[in-house]
């Protein structure tokens, strides 16, 4: 499976910005989806997550009722609409893609995207 990730780049505090995930190869509909973030020295967050089907969704704390994500089987795209930015969301963000079943909340995936910055001026 190959992850594309898009849509990154520099908005103001309070902005908003929806990244995209496009995945080619593999069974799309069968991989649960998540997005992680690492900002400059610190470790990687595990952002968000969604079941196949969209029956099941994560959000961390850091991000919850400013972040959404979903997803297309017709287009094997995920996405991640962010809004209410704040300086602390600027981070590279990375598409995974699960093919394991589990907790909702698990941060184990098995293939990965490159990053897409995002960048959230004050």
């Known amino acids: 499976v190959q992850l594309q990730a898009s849509g990154g780049g520099l908005v103001q505090a309070g902005g908003s910005l929806r990244l995209s995930c496009a995945a080619s190869?593999?069974?799309?509909?069968?991989?649960?989806m998540g997005w992680f973030r690492q900002a400059p020295g610190k470790e990687r967050e595990f952002v968000t997550a969604i079941s196949p089907g969209s029956i099941n969704r994560y959000y961390s704390d850091s991000v919850k009722g400013r972040f959404t994500i979903s997803r297309d089987s017709a287009k094997k795209t995920v996405y991640l609409q962010m809004d209410s930015l704040k300086p602390e969301d600027t981070a590279v963000y990375h598409c995974?893609?699960?093919?394991?079943?589990?907790?909702?909340?698990?941060?184990?995936?098995?293939?990965w995207g490159q990053g897409t910055q995002v960048t959230v001026s004050s």
């Open positions: 190869g593999g069974t799309f509909s069968n991989y649960r």
């Open positions: 995974a893609a699960r093919q394991r079943g589990g907790s909702i909340g698990n941060t184990e995936y098995d293939y």
